[in-house]
């Protein structure tokens, strides 16, 4: 039984005391939705994770990336052992906006996955298609591509550390909604892939989460969906009312 999992992608947005303020209210709804067998998280920026987890620290808090090496030569990068000392133990790794924006490739992210596994953290990797990509129907080898290359090595005891979120690109921000039918069939198209690389065990456990446009109104439909787990939010997750509603819609 997959634990739902509603995660918030703050992305470049909050202030440290903004992001103080959601965590201060967080913590009364991080505990209804544990109560009621729902796992929530939020990933702010690098600024505001030791403000989010010192007011907040049993919410889950995630970066939004990392880079594969502990220490160096990296100007305005991030190490995974900073993220730890500051109690941070997840990272969502290859955003759409991350590989258009900043040049992130499945073999950078496969990099960063291993490292962050090896350093006992828990990875949120995303995939999905641009709009052309889907039009020309290309999703399932842009999404094959995208899976075996960022977990190549992962076994199934590393994939316990693992959860795919598949965002189409042409959702994220737009409004524009993947059908439920779509969000399920690729969702259960990578379980199929990681059944493949990594057996039955690990594809039956492994949460797959749709993102794009997710709201209120619309995420009782996708967590419907046989292989959906959950959810990765952008904009409808700024907002604690509108983050309480995304919970309370499912229940
Ligand atoms: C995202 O950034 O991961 C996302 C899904 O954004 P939105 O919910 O705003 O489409």
Known sequence: MRTKLIFGNWKMNKTIAEAKAFATEAVAFDKFAKEHGVDIGVAPTFMSLAAVKEIAPE??????NCHFADHGAFTGEVAIPMLKEVGIDWCIIGHSERRTY????????????HALID??????????????????????????TQIREGLAGCCKCCLKHVVVAYEPIWSIGTGKNASTEIAEDICSYIRSIIKDMAGEEASENIRILYGGSVKPENIRA???QPDVDGALVGGASLKVESFKQLIENIL
């Open 119 to 144: 350093n006992d953290m828990t990875v949120i990797y995303c995939c999905g298609e641009t709009l052309e990509q889907f039009e020309k129907g290309l999703t399932k080898e842009v999404i094959n």
């Open 102 to 113: 900043n040049g992130e490739t499945n073999e950078t992210c496969n990099k960063k996955i």
């Open 59 to 64: 919410l889950t808090v995630a970066a939004q």
């Open 222 to 224: 996708y967590l419907g």
